[in-house]
């Protein structure tokens, strides 16, 4: 039953989705691309509790987004909710027991594809531009071709990892380190 009720609040708009469940709380947190807002939901009782907004600022012709989050993970070491501010260049850390942002991590020119390592509390980023498209004005010829590792302890980029054209999705497997 829950299952179902979760798929049907999560079905009501087209826009695309990616969940992150936090086991202390009960909660799945959902973001949705485009939105600039993140939902939490009570697994329990499969209700809305929570609707985030990420920000938005005003340009002279109407709103501008200042956020667009693409992916989440959660790191259950600190209750934080991380996620991919592609239009940002940064990682947004919401505090999943206050559900509010506590910080910003620039990273990369657009983070996409989010995992959490419980083994080693490491959070790999993946930093994509579609090749096909020209760079964005003011960051020059850089390469996207990288996965960031990030320690959920201090919150900073440790390593760049070099990758093949345009990473999108990450994956870890903590069986085989």
């Avoid at 939105?35 to 985030?52: K, P, Q, R, T």
């Avoid at 419980?118 to 096909?132: E, G, I, K, M, W």
Wanted: glycine share 8%.
């Amino acid at each position: 039953m829950q299952i179902i009720l979760l798929f049907q609040v999560l079905l009501f708009d087209k826009s695309q989705k990616k969940i992150a469940y936090d086991p202390s709380n009960g909660y799945i947190n959902v973001v949705y691309r485009g939105s600039n807002n993140i939902s939490v939901i009570n697994v329990a009782n499969n209700e809305i509790i929570a609707n985030l907004s990420l920000g938005l600022t005003w340009g002279v012709t109407g709103p501008l987004v200042s956020s667009e989050p693409l992916d989440i993970a959660y790191d259950p070491s600190n209750n934080y909710l991380y996620l991919a501010n592609t239009i940002g260049n940064s990682l947004i850390l919401i505090n999943g027991t206050t559900n509010t942002v506590v910080s910003n991590i620039k990273v990369g020119i657009f983070p996409g594809g989010l995992a959490f390592d419980p083994t080693n509390d490491y959070l790999y980023v993946t930093d994509f531009y579609y090749s096909d498209r020209p760079w964005p004005e003011g960051l020059g010829n850089t390469s996207s071709n990288t996965v960031f590792v990030i320690s959920s302890i201090t919150n900073k980029i440790i390593a760049n990892i070099s990758v093949g054209l345009d990473p999108i999705e990450v994956a870890v497997d903590t069986l085989n380190g």
